[in-house]
């Protein structure tokens, strides 16, 4: 189911153009868990399968593809910040939410959102489709460490992605 045709095209009916927005775009500017994946390339990650889960699950799916995809919109180049590392998994959920109200998000995308760093967010989840995101993004973070990434263009193609390491840099 992941990775037919109308899964991607029902995909990109819930984010209805929203991938393309200035805003989210500049996501692909921002480094994200290792180097040759942007912060965009990580949230489309976890919008796709986060998405495809709940739609497995009969959960709202449309809401996880959203909210997967503006999860981590804070738009911050940490290393230019003083910000150390621990404050900014606690600090990220609620900048990206504010940056993602622009959007007009339902309750359920903010409590998303704002909720997929728990414990370290101290709320637990209000709904089934957060804790299945915040999953998701563990997973997908994890995915991206061991260099096992799809190509970020395959959630809008027709074809499925072919998953590739992501090259490391060599050590001069």
């Known amino acids: 189911m992941q990775w037919k045709e109308e899964n991607r095209a029902l995909f990109a009916a819930c984010l209805n153009g929203l ?4 805003m989210v775009r ?7 868990h290792v180097k040759g994946v942007s912060c965009y390339d990580h949230c489309l990650f976890v919008a796709y399968v986060g998405f495809t889960l709940c739609r497995i699950f009969g959960l709202d799916y449309r809401a996880a593809a959203r909210a997967g995809l503006l999860h981590d919109l804070y738009l911050q180049k940490w290393e230019e910040t003083d910000v150390g590392r621990f404050r900014r998994l606690v600090i990220h959920p609620q900048l990206a939410l504010e940056n993602a109200r622009a ?6 995308e903010e409590d998303i959102i704002g909720k997929h760093m728990w414990p370290l967010t101290l709320r637990p989840y209000r709904y089934l489709e957060s804790l299945v995101v915040s999953c998701v993004d563990k997973v997908c973070a994890v995915a991206e460490l061991l260099r096992l990434y799809p190509d970020p263009a395959a959630f809008q193609s027709q074809q499925a992605p072919q998953f590739r ?7 001069a």
């Open 19 to 22: 991938e393309d927005e200035p």
């Open 26 to 32: 500049a996501m692909d500017a921002i480094p994200q």
């Open 165 to 171: 390491p992501v090259p490391r840099s060599r050590a």
């Open 103 to 108: 959007f007009g998000l339902s309750p359920m």
